[in-house]
């Protein structure tokens, strides 16, 4: 679940990112004032809550379920009852998952970009 709504936030805000590129390449894409609206009022701050939720989660600490603390206090216990194998996954669980912080920041940050480019506060 974890690394789906990790993707789905990245895809979301590669594609965000990418499409003044793009629209220099090719003819641009012209949304209607509605649909426009619908983007900023609904799309932008879902992703944004979405992408916050995710950080404080990894950032967690060892009570909440799929932190980086809890993964790695779950590995020291089960490194207490001998169980060295099941202990080095839940390690690099806990190493992979702090790997995505990076991601997450950088999504933020684009979505942010573009909520601010493309998204007029008085609307």
């Given at each position: ?17 990418l ?5 220099a390449?090719?003819n641009?894409?012209?949304?209607s ?14 992703l944004?809550e ?6 404080d989660?990894?950032?967690g ?16 216990d ?5 169980h060295?194998?099941t202990?080095?996954?839940l390690?690099?669980?806990?190493d ?9 920041a950088?999504?933020?940050q684009?979505?942010d970009?573009?909520a ?8």
């Amino acid at each position: 679940m974890l690394k789906q709504t990790i993707a789905a936030c990245l895809t979301a805000a590669g594609l965000l990112a990418l499409a003044p590129a793009a629209s220099a390449q090719t003819n641009p894409i012209t949304l209607s004032p509605e649909e426009s609206q619908q983007l900023c009022t609904e799309w932008l701050p879902k992703l944004t809550e979405r992408t916050a939720k995710l950080t404080d989660r990894i950032n967690g600490g060892p009570e909440i379920r799929g932190s980086v603390a809890n993964l790695k206090a779950r590995a020291e216990d089960q490194r207490k009852k001998g169980h060295n194998d099941t202990a080095d996954r839940l390690q690099k669980r806990a190493d992979k998952r702090s790997g995505r912080l990076p991601e997450l920041a950088a999504a933020k940050q684009k979505l942010d970009a573009f909520a601010g480019a493309h998204c007029k506060a008085g609307k």
